[in-house]
Every structure is written in structure tokens, then in C-alpha cells.
């Protein structure tokens, strides 16, 4: 690998120096036959032969997975480790993603091994503290979101998505006509057209108005009796609280449509205003957003769906029930529920940790977290507003979207500068998302960012806006200070590689 | 509130370098008829000390330390100590999803090695980063099967998870899909007959899962050989992946579905587990899910990037090939960690120790009076189905006075095999917790 | 880049030109640029029936899907296999990448169809 020469930045400011992280090939480049990382237990009953017993059915050439003693594994992991990013890290303000800290705690007490390694097929009486476990969160989520009823199996909020839309489906059936489309606003996330169009849908998008709300006048001449939902976010994704919700939840109501929250940015709202008291029928929430179980890279989420008493019949089997004796158990006997949307009872070890992060917080501390993140994504507003364009002047919530409409007259796009953040230390924010704003910007600090912290990003994007003026190729090639540059994603997507192969 | 890291004095600096002279006008736009005046009603702020201690009590009143013979879809398998540290590393803990590969290098190359694990294992070419588990894994390789033959009937063997079919019905159902279900034979295994008559022209897929729910391992030849006569696809879904390091791969299928649960995650009671999908090279553009490729950077160096992401929801909106987005990652993890500490010879050494336990118990089993061995004269993995005398309930009671949870009834999904039971041995099953049961089982009947 | 005034031209950006019976259809220079790399193209198979103004496939860039528009009605009598390996063709003359072959069923919808003149004003609108 060459060496990579770092362009200064600007000194007065500079965070984090790229660290040293190390080369590591890929973990087949480095096995070897023989090698061993694991011994098991001596065998207590006798061998046997495995072609006499699986006959055809016996493997016989053993997969190509590779050999390597404990340390060289604990080696390569901890160093492909120290090329990531992460909240722990540094600050990660990805809009609509709500990177905030996750919590210790609620990784120990998921790994308690009473709930660790309680498996799902046991007993009812046996799994009681499980069951209590659950029973308490939802009952918590229940009045967060003041909603009547819930489900915890979806196991990511597009899985939510997909069962919220069930509900609203089975409902509509049930008084007789499935109704055909669900209007979706023109700022949405992607995944609620794709949720909407697996549930049998047709999409219908809607304008956003001036101020990248809901236009009700365009509303109201679009719901009709074939109107099955409307699938909102709200705060929408510029952050911006729907001032007209109920008069929405109205419209929808009065042709007997229901109301979806996307329950995205619920990071806003969280004891200061409950979806149940605006109107909305049925909602998810993002466990790995809101309630601080890790991204992990990815996942695992959790996604529970919360709904009015009315739905409550066609919730997902099973639901947790209590019986005359107080036994917490699972009933399976739901006639009218949309079925299971996955086995088991959903993502138990994130329910374990969204919990530990409710009861650490309580109500004040629910509440203080709601009102630090939209505290912090005004404070960045404000400092920023001077020099990156503002498309929509209406008030923020917990984030706020800028464009990069002053920029691009130098060339530099919104890709541009998030990459020239990592330079600065930082986790790009989220590029060129929500579609309604050109080449956007948006920004979610999330309550974990402390004065400092919101000070150097500002400082960091403060610079940026100047080297765009000064230096624009500078931005444009960035990032300079990584153990990689720019890669070339269209090498990939024409000629896919995606496994190793021996040479 | 100990997460948050501003003092009042900053707060009152921060409110007022933006103009407002409190938090309550930042919120001024929500109605106030809406406005929260009170306190949520959850329990109140608890010290770090409280909440282990919540946990620990919630915890002990589940049973620890007991001999358990469950299994269905969810095993327990001994999780090397490294997995944990690893992943509670903060940078793969704390990151998310990898779009800005330049700082996520860590996350992409751990899933391409994942992904090529999984290729290696199944015998497919590719595979992709994950699906949230074997279940809704199953699902999606059955609606990607329909994308590709453009056909709208699913036909299913009644051996996959009840469960999994379930979910397989619940993803259709608003799809104008059919499906209908095949039986099984004596042996546990598909019906070939019934197979064959089911499997028409207008079959998009074929699902199995082998070994199948009741422990058996399919003929994948044959089922394939039936599928493809008729143009349809043959989707495997693989509930215990410990399976293929002893069991030849599904070869002939062009979707295989993985729950990854057993290379070294926990129990949890359901979740959160891994799905994985493999497929043929050329069905790639229709899988679901992301995908790490391989490429350069503008330097010549190596680097992985998420690719062909136009198949996404992100992008594609409502004519995604799925609406996932969230995935397992972190879960991929532990089972690319799992599968690097076993390797090559470790997965089959681990393979054959199941092997060795079920066939003891399944032996033992059997020679008890009242008991019968099920679905004799097909090959099993590490789960058997057992007949009794007695009813289920009556025996579990007794084999948990003696710390043993007994197997799985298998009434409520297969009401024609009565008193049946499904037993499941994976390596840390002792012999003398296979002999204790046994004499438990047959005690009932010396009694009764 | 020129636009050849020997083809016809659709709103959405396909090109066709006509010999006989059969229509070959490509995407244009603005259609491409607008696109950006492209790395995959969609076409049907030979055979099929595309419809006039209906998609009859797509084609993509590293983050962006674009469907095709049929300009004309027919059967499908060839498709451009060397796009599975080159794609990138498309870009660098996308007025001699063409991606299926068809058989018009209706001819005169080809007069139907903007002229390069038309086409180019249309475009110099949408900028």
C-alpha cells in the first residue's frame, strides 16, 4: 500500500489525526492448513461414521473456510475494526438515523445468562423474567407513543413498516373493501413506497408544499374512498413537526383512511407529544434509533408497531397475554391476525437493551434527551445557517437539512463536502436525502453531542464552506486523510466481486 | 441524566445563542392541545446498579443450568469467548451501515469474508449481507424465485418450520400468490410422488428445508430433478448451518436460505438472529438485501464497497426487489467470527460431535418401552422425532424435577403425529443427560 | 454531441431508427449523460412484446434506475448481447449502442415520433 500524504487542514481545528491502522489481508490470505482455534470437549458417546449414516447426503469436500490460531483472529477483527467510524468515535450526525450513544449497560444485561440463553421453545412458566421483561417494555412503549396496543416481533422498522401496512390492510378488509392505494409524501423514505407496494399497494406520491410539509389542499382533493392510508413521517425528514397533524388525521378520517407514522424520528417527540393524542392509527418505532440499541454496522434492529385498540385484533400471532393466575403467556389463537411476519417473538436482545436505555433515562430523562437533540440541531442551524443555504426557513426539530445550493456554483456538490468531513474527523451527514431537496444536506447531531463536540463540527463545516471558496478541488478530491481514497463503485457494480476466491 | 453530556449553564448558552429564551419555544410548533404536560408514565430514572439488578431478577426467575434437548429452528452451541469481545468493540458496535466505505472498511471487509463463507458453505455462488433470519430469509428467496421465473405458485413441504411457513404465508398473501403444501412420507422426507404432481408449469419455487423440521435430510437431488423438469427453482432453506460440515451442500438448488443462528449467536430467546441468502451468479440481480463487492480506489488499493444497490429500496422505491433496509450485520459478524475460530476442519470435527450425540440419544431413546423412533430409513442431522406412550406433558414434568427440558410437541403443527416429540443434541448435550432422560421416559410407563 | 436526423426520437430519451420492418432502439446522449456510468442495462427477451410508450426495461447507474420507454410497438427480434459485458458502450456513443432490435407492428408509429429537431429543442427546454 502507498503511503498516503495528508493534505493540511486547517490546524486551528484538526480533531482527530488519522490514526495508524495497519494493512490486513483478507482472513483466507492468511489461514494455513493446520492451524487451529478452537478445541472441543472429548466426544462422551461413541464416534460414528458419517458416510454410514448420511450415505449420499455426506459433505465431501469440506467448505473453504479458513485456518488461523485465536491471537491471529483476535488480530485481524480488532484491526478491520479500527478502520470504521463510530459513534464512539466521534460525533455521527446522520440525518433520520439517530446515531446516538449506546449505552454499556445494555449491552451487559442482554448477555445476563438467564435471558441470554433462554431459549425460545421453552416452557411459558419457565421463561416468566423474559416474559416480564417484554411485558414492561411494551406497556413503556405503549405510553411513549400513546398508542392502545403493540407488537415487538418486526425485526427492523421496514419490517415494522411492512407490518403496520398488514394492519391497516386486514382492517380495511375487514369492513369490507381492501381499498387500493396509499399516498406517500414525495420526502419520504424509500422504504415506505417498497412497503406499501409489497402489501399489495399502489403508491400514490404527494407534493410537499412550500414549506416541505403536507399540502392539505392537495391532501384532501387526492384521499378518496380507495384511499387505504397515508404513510407519514413526523417529524417529516427536514425535520419539521407537521403543525396541521390533526387536520391531516381529519382528512384521512372522514373517508375512512387511517394515519401511519413513520416512526423515524420519534428522537423528537419522546415525552413532549405522543402520536396516539395527534391521531395517528398505527406507527413503528426504530429501537436502534430512538431507544439506543446498536447499529452494529447495520443491524440488528427492532421494530415494533404500536396501534390503536381498533387494530388490535390483527396484530401479529403471538400476543402476550396474562392469565387469571398471573402467568405471563403466549396466545396463539388470533382468527383475524395478519399471521406471523417471523418466527419466534421478535429481536428479544434488543428488547432487552431499549428497556435498560428507558428505565437509565426515566421520565425526566426521556424527556431532557428529546428536548438536548432538537436543542442541538437548532444550535447547528444557527451557526451554519450564514453559509449553507436553508431551503426551508420553517422551525426544526431534532435535525436540520441544508442544500448545497451555494456551493455547487464553485463545483462542489453535498458528496463533496460530506467527504471532505472526514478530513475534519467527522461522520459525513446524510447526502443528497430527502429527494425534495436538491443536493441536500441533512443533519442530526442527536442529544449525545456535547458543546464541544457541536463546536468543532461546526468549525469543521465553517471551513469547509471557506476551502469551497479558496481551494475547491481540494473538497472535491477529498477524503485525503484515510487509509483508502475514492473507490470506484462503478468497477464494482459492472463487474461484481463479492467473494474471495483463491488465486 | 448521566447520558447526556451538557451542563444547565450550557444549555442556557446554547438557548440563547440561538434567540430563544426557552427549550419549550423550540417545541412552540406542536399544537399545544397536543402538548405533553406530564410525565410519561414509565418507571422512574434508575442507577446503573438498579438496572443490573432489574436484570438479574427478571433473569433468575427463567432456569439456568438446566440440560436442554430444544431445538426447532433456534440451537445452543458453544460460543467461543472471542465472539463477545470482538463485537463489543466500539467501532463495529457503533458504526452503521456501511455508505461511506472511505471509514467503514472495517464493517465491508468482515461481510465480503462473511459473504464468502457462506458461498464456500452452501456451494452457491454468491451470497449476500444478511436478511433479519431464516424465516423471512425463506420468504424473501421464494418472492425472488417468482421475480425471476415471472411465474405465481409456490409449492412448499410440509417438513419446512411451521413457523417459516407461516411467515412464507403472510409475505404471499398479498401477492396473488398460491402455494400449497406436499406431505411427508414414513422417512420424514418430502413426498417425491406428491412433489411431482404438485409442481406445474406456473411453479415459480420449490421451498424445502433440509434438514428439514423433523431432523431429516432431504434428497436435494431428487427435489431438484423435479423442480427443474418443470422450469421452477429450488429454494432450500438451512435452519441449522452447524449441518454443512458434514452434509453435502444443496448444490442443485438456486436459492439457498440460511439461519446463521448457530455459528455463535445466542439464544436470546428468538432473536435477534441472521438470515443469509445464496444464489446462482446469474440470479444476482434479484436477490434482496445489500451487497459488498470488491474494488479499487483511485490509489490501485484493494477496498470494498456496498454495490449494486439499485435493486434497494432506497433507490428503486416501490419497485425494490424488497423493502429491507436494516440488516443483521453485527450478528453477521459473530457468525464470520464463529466460523474463522472452527475453520475448515473445525465445522465438520463440530458436525460429526452432533452427529454422534443425536444418534446415541435417538439409539437410547428407542430402547425404552413406550417409546418409538419416528421416521426411521432416512438420514438425520442432529434432531429425531420420538413417539411416547405417554403424553408429552406428563414426562416434561418429571425430566424438569431432574434440570432436563425434554423435546419440542409437535401436536400443535402436526396434529396427526399425536404424542410426538422433537429432540435436538448439539455438543454441549452430555451422555448422561441423554441416559437421565431416557429413564425418565421410560419411568412413566414402568409406573403407569 | 449531434443527434442523427435519420432517427426519431421519444420524450423520455430513446432513439429509433427504421430499416424495413425493424427498429433499432438506443437511449440518447442527454438520456446517457443525464444517467451518468452506466453498469447494467435490463432488456427484454427476443421474442417479447414491447409497447409503445410502456417500459420495456431499464437501465442504471452506480444510484440511479432508469426505465426504458418503447417508442414504437412490436416483438422483440434481437437484443445487444454485448452489453452485458460493456455497458459502458452506451456511454461513450450512445447513438450507435443500440439495445434491442424490433419488429414494428404499426410502422407509422415512427412518424409519430419527435424529429432530431424537435428533439433537441425538447431537451434544450428540459435544461
Known amino acids: ?503 | 441524566m448521566r447520558y447526556l453530556p451538557k451542563s444547565p449553564a450550557e444549555r442556557e448558552q446554547m438557548l440563547a445563542e440561538i434567540g430563544v429564551s426557552s427549550i419549550d419555544e423550540l417545541f412552540s410548533v406542536i399544537p399545544e392541545e397536543y402538548r405533553l404536560t406530564r410525565d410519561l408514565d414509565v418507571p422512574r430514572q434508575q442507577a446503573e446498579s438498579e438496572i443490573i439488578a432489574y436484570f438479574n431478577e427478571e433473569a433468575a426467575k427463567n432456569i439456568i443450568g438446566y440440560a436442554s434437548f430444544l431445538g426447532g429452528g433456534a440451537y445452543r452451541h458453544f460460543r467461543p469467548i472471542i465472539i463477545d469481545s470482538l463485537v463489543q468493540r466500539g467501532e463495529f458496535l457503533t458504526s452503521y451501515t456501511p455508505y461511506q466505505a472511505e471509514i467503514t472498511q472495517g464493517t465491508l471487509q468482515a461481510i465480503f469474508e462473511f459473504q464468502t463463507m457462506i458461498a464456500e458453505l452452501t456451494g452457491m455462488d454468491v451470497a449476500n449481507a444478511s436478511m433479519y433470519d431464516g424465516s423471512t430469509g425463506a420468504a424473501e428467496a421464494v418472492l425472488m424465485a417468482m421475480r425471476i421465473t415471472g411465474r405465481s405458485k409456490a409449492v412448499v413441504a410440509r417438513t419446512v418450520h411451521p413457523e417459516y411457513r407461516e411467515v412464507l404465508a403472510t409475505y404471499l398473501r398479498h401477492r396473488d400468490m398460491a402455494t400449497s403444501e406436499v406431505a411427508y412420507t414414513k422417512n420424514g422426507r418430502v413426498d417425491l410422488a406428491a412433489l411431482e404432481e404438485s409442481v406445474t408449469e406456473e411453479t415459480a419455487a420449490v421451498l424445502v428445508q433440509s434438514p428439514n423440521f423433523f431432523g431429516t435430510i432431504e434428497d436435494i437431488p431428487a427435489i431438484a430433478e423435479i423442480a427443474h423438469k418443470k422450469g421452477a427453482l429450488l429454494v432450500v432453506s438451512i435452519a441449522e448451518g452447524v449441518s454443512l460440515g458434514i452434509v453435502r451442500p444443496p448444490v442443485e438448488a438456486d436459492i439457498v436460505s440460511i439461519e446463521a443462528q448457530s455459528f455463535g449467536v445466542a439464544l436470546s430467546y428468538g432473536g435477534p438472529y441472521v438470515g443469509v441468502l445464496a444464489t446462482k451468479e446469474k440470479y444476482l440481480r434479484q436477490i434482496p438485501g445489500r451487497l459488498v463487492g470488491q474494488t479499487t480506489d483511485s490509489n490501485g488499493n484493494r477496498g470494498f464497497v456496498l454495490t449494486l444497490s439499485t435493486r434497494e429500496q432506497h433507490i428503486r422505491r416501490e419497485k425494490a426487489t424488497s423493502n429491507i433496509c436494516t440488516n443483521q450485520a453485527l450478528v453477521a459478524l459473530m457468525a464470520t467470527i464463529f466460523l474463522t475460530v472452527y475453520g475448515k476442519e473445525g465445522i465438520r470435527e463440530l458436525a460429526e460431535h452432533n452427529l454422534a450425540k443425536a444418534a446415541f440419544a435417538a439409539e437410547t431413546f428407542k430402547l425404552q418401552s413406550g417409546v418409538k423412533l419416528l421416521f426411521e430409513g432416512a438420514p438425520r442431522f442432529h434432531e429425531f422425532v420420538i413417539d411416547t406412550a405417554e403424553a408429552p406433558p406428563l414426562w416434561s414434568q418429571r425430566l424438569l424435577n431432574e434440570k432436563i427440558v425434554g423435546g419440542i410437541e409437535l401436536k400443535k403443527w402436526y396434529p396427526e403425529l399425536g404424542n410426538a416429540t422433537l429432540w435436538c443434541t448439539t455438543e454441549p448435550i452430555k451422555r448422561k443427560d441423554i441416559e437421565a432422560a431416557a429413564k425418565v421416559l421410560a419411568a412413566g410407563l414402568a409406573e403407569g | 454531441m449531434a443527434y442523427p436526423t435519420n432517427y426519431r426520437y421519444t420524450r423520455e430519451h430513446e432513439w429509433i431508427s427504421v430499416e424495413g420492418k425493424i427498429g433499432t432502439i438506443g437511449i440518447t446522449d442527454y438520456a446517457q449523460n443525464s444517467l451518468g456510468d452506466i453498469v447494467y442495462v435490463d432488456a427484454p427477451k427476443v421474442g417479447d412484446t414491447v409497447t409503445a410508450h410502456a417500459t420495456f426495461g431499464s437501465v442504471e447507474s452506480v444510484k440511479a434506475v432508469s426505465d426504458l420507454f418503447s417508442p414504437v410497438s412490436g416483438t422483440v427480434t434481437e437484443t445487444n448481447e454485448s452489453l452485458k459485458t460493456e455497458p459502458d458502450k452506451i456511454n461513450s456513443a450512445p447513438h450507435e449502442t443500440w439495445i434491442i432490435k424490433v419488429e414494428l407492428s404499426d410502422p407509422a408509429q415512427f412518424d409519430g415520433l419527435l424529429d432530431a429537431a424537435a428533439y433537441e429543442a425538447f431537451i434544450a427546454e428540459e435544461q
Not at chain 1, 489525526?17 to 472429548?42: C, D, I, M, W
Not at chain 1, 449414516?53 to 480488532?78: C, M, N, Q, Y
Not at chain 1, 413513520?262 to 396516539?276: C, S, T, Y
Not at chain 1, 427492532?302 to 387494530?311: D, E, Q, T, W, Y
Request: aromatic fraction near 6%; charge should be negative; proline fraction near 7%.
Open chain 1, 1 to 503: 500500500m502507498s503511503t498516503i500524504e495528508t493534505p493540511a487542514v486547517n490546524k486551528a481545528i484538526g480533531k482527530v489525526r488519522p490514526h495508524q491502522t495497519q494493512n490486513e489481508r483478507l482472513v483466507f490470505e492468511k489461514s494455513s492448513p493446520g492451524k487451529k482455534a478452537y478445541k472441543l470437549a472429548p466426544l462422551d458417546v461413541p464416534e460414528v461414521d458419517p458416510e454410514a449414516l448420511l450415505g449420499d447426503a455426506v459433505r465431501k469436500d469440506p467448505p473453504g473456510l479458513p485456518e488461523l490460531s485465536e491471537i491471529e483472529i483476535i488480530r485481524h477483527f480488532t484491526r478491520l475494526s479500527t478502520w470504521n467510524y463510530a459513534i464512539d468515535l466521534g460525533m455521527y450526525p446522520l440525518g433520520s438515523c439517530t446515531m446516538k450513544y449506546n449505552p454499556r449497560v445494555n449491552e451487559w444485561v442482554s448477555r445476563i445468562r438467564g435471558l441470554a440463553e433462554a431459549h425460545p421453545y421453552r416452557p411459558d412458566s419457565l421463561a416468566q423474567g423474559i416474559l416480564n421483561i417484554i411485558d414492561l417494555l411494551q406497556k413503556c412503549l405503549i405510553e411513549i407513543t400513546g398508542m392502545d396496543t403493540i407488537t415487538l416481533q418486526p425485526a427492523a422498522g421496514a419490517h415494522g413498516e411492512f407490518t403496520g401496512i398488514l394492519l391497516v390492510r386486514a382492517w380495511h378488509e375487514s369492513q369490507g373493501n381492501a381499498r387500493k392505494k396509499i399516498i406517500i409524501p414525495d420526502s419520504a423514505h424509500g422504504t415506505n413506497p417498497a412497503t406499501a407496494a409489497i402489501c399489495g399497494y399502489q403508491v400514490e406520491n404527494l407534493k410537499s408544499n412550500a414549506e416541505g410539509g403536507i399540502d392539505l389542499e392537495a391532501l384532501t382533493a387526492q384521499v378518496d374512498e380507495e384511499t387505504a392510508a397515508l404513510m407519514l413521517t413526523n417529524p417529516s425528514t427536514i425535520g419539521v413537526f407537521e403543525e396541521q397533524i390533526h387536520k391531516i388525521a381529519d382528512i384521512l378520517h372522514d373517508k375512512g383512511a387511517l394515519l401511519y407514522m413513520d416512526g423515524a424520528n420519534m428522537n423528537a417527540l419522546v415525552g413532549k407529544v405522543r402520536p396516539g393524542d395527534f391521531g395517528v392509527d398505527v406507527m413503528h418505532l426504530n429501537l436502534h434509533k430512538t431507544f439506543s440499541t446498536p447499529h452494529g454496522g447495520g443491524g440488528p434492529g427492532s421494530g415494533p408497531v404500536a396501534c390503536k385498540k381498533f387494530l388490535e385484533p390483527f396484530l401479529p400471532t403471538p400476543v402476550l397475554v396474562q392469565d387469571e393466575n398471573g402467568m405471563k403467556t403466549w396466545n396463539y389463537d388470533r382468527p383475524q391476525s395478519v399471521g406471523r411476519v417471523r418466527a419466534f417473538y421478535g429481536n428479544t436482545g434488543m428488547f432487552i437493551r431499549a428497556l435498560a436505555y428507558i428505565l437509565a433515562n426515566g421520565p425526566d430523562g426521556l424527556r431532557q434527551t428529546t428536548e438536548d437533540a432538537v436543542l442541538n440541531a437548532n444550535y447547528i442551524r444557527k451557526k451554519l445557517e450564514d453559509v449553507y443555504e436553508l431551503p426551508y426557513k420553517t422551525p426544526s426539530m431534532h435535525e436540520v437539512v441544508f442544500s448545497d445550493k451555494k456551493q455547487v456554483a464553485k463545483g462542489v456538490k453535498t458528496g463533496d463536502i460530506a467527504k471532505r468531513l472526514i478530513d475534519y474527523g467527522f461522520h459525513p451527514y446524510t447526502v443528497s436525502f430527502p429527494l425534495i431537496v436538491p443536493g441536500a444536506l441533512m443533519i442530526e447531531p442527536t442529544e449525545s453531542e456535547s458543546l464541544e463536540e457541536l463546536d468543532l463540527f461546526i468549525d469543521a463545516m465553517r471551513s469547509i464552506a471557506k476551502e469551497v471558496e479558496e481551494t475547491p478541488e481540494l473538497v472535491k478530491s477529498a477524503p485525503h486523510s484515510t487509509r483508502i481514497s475514492r473507490l470506484d463503485e462503478v468497477k464494482a457494480a459492472r463487474k461484481p466481486v463479492l467473494r474471495w476466491k483463491p488465486e
